[in-house]
């Protein structure tokens, strides 16, 4: 058996038309330039599929995590999908790719990367999860279903490869600190630090597994941080491998059957339901969202990825849409005020500064009263 690596890249590009999608030419080119690279033996497979302005690139080959040529090879695919985007005029062309030249890892600049290096088992079936309009904190809450709650996972009860529980790092993205929980018995700790969706301060992301096993990965790149103001969300990817022993498919899925709010939406600054979604409907358009979930299925054969089989797109997801478009309506009634807008601290990254300068010098500071006695 020998170690497979599975890396799934994402980037926006530049949109069609304004933030909501990608255009089927830049699809197009990256298709024709993975398979040259399976062509070129650099990949065993690949996939190209989008969730809104947002393109992935899920790829299989032997070369391990963080591994430079496949990394400069998403680079300079986004690069000439770039260069293509700017062609159409596409909404934000080039925006995300930081001019700067390729450091070796997309991870550090702009696009989002979950990898994993597994043992292929003979049946291999796995998730590629993709989002659009919100942030990296938006896995929390599955993650945290599919790998601890047996009321979601009932093989935490019943399967015995499973009944132990899972370990799951804990990236803080802001403190630039990691660190391991083992469940159950963590349980209440880990929820003391992953129960939060600010996008900037203090953020969490879960990435489940033993590092020599990984069962999930996440991506863990904070735009806000690299660009120094919020040109978008963060757009999250993660894989979820399945069955055997893991969480079964159904167990994967199912909390995306009650959509949660997360923080993303219009302008990086609202609280909304993240709905999940048919890869054809994953096209942002109320308020530019609302936040939306794609998950691509594939069984791997000898590194070939099998599929995608659209997860979501499913109609026992139907009631889930329904409901994230009531809750939409719920929260848009709050306009610009909290919970509806997220909390001053995390817009801080957003374009408000500049609109706040403006007020600079208007405020004074409010003098202490001078005790009235009630009685003369
Ligand atoms: C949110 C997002 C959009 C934009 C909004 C304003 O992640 O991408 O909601 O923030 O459309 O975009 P600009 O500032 O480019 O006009
Ligand atoms: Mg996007």
Known sequence: MSVLTISAITADIGGYVGHSAVHPDLSDVALQR???????????????NSCGDDI?????????????????????????????????????????????????????????????EIFERPSEPLIVFAADKTSLGAWNLPLYKIFCDPCNTAGLIIDKGMHAGFTVEVYDLIERRKAFFNCPEDLYDLLSYIGHHRTVRDQACLSPGNPDDPVASTSTSLLSLIAGRCVGKD???????CQSGLPAVGEVLEPFANPHYVAGWMRGSHNGPLMPCALDDAHPARFDGPPRVVAMGFQLADGRLVGP??????????????????????????????????????IEYTTRPQVVERMHGRWEPIEEPTPTPAYR
């Not at 757009?235 to 491998?241: E, K, L, N």
């Not at 797109?313 to 509806?340: C, K, V």
């Open 34 to 48: 993975v398979d040259a690279a399976i062509s070129q033996g650099l990949l065993i497979d690949g996939a190209v």
């Open 235 to 241: 757009d999250p990817i993660m894989i979820v491998r």
């Open 309 to 346: 089989r659209d997860m979501l797109g499913d109609i026992s997801f139907d009631r889930a849409r329904t409901q994230a478009l009531e809750m939409d309506d719920y929260m848009r009634r709050n306009g610009p005020f909290e919970p509806g807008r997220l909390p001053i601290e995390d």
């Open 56 to 116: 992935n690139l899920v790829m299989t080959h032997r070369h391990g995590v963080d591994a430079e040529p496949v990394h400069h090879f998403a680079w300079d695919t986004f690069v000439e999908l770039t260069e293509l985007a700017k062609r159409l005029h596409l909404y934000g062309a080039g925006r995300d790719l930081p001019a700067d030249a390729f450091s070796g890892n997309v991870g550090e600049t702009r696009p989002g990367v979950a990898e994993m």
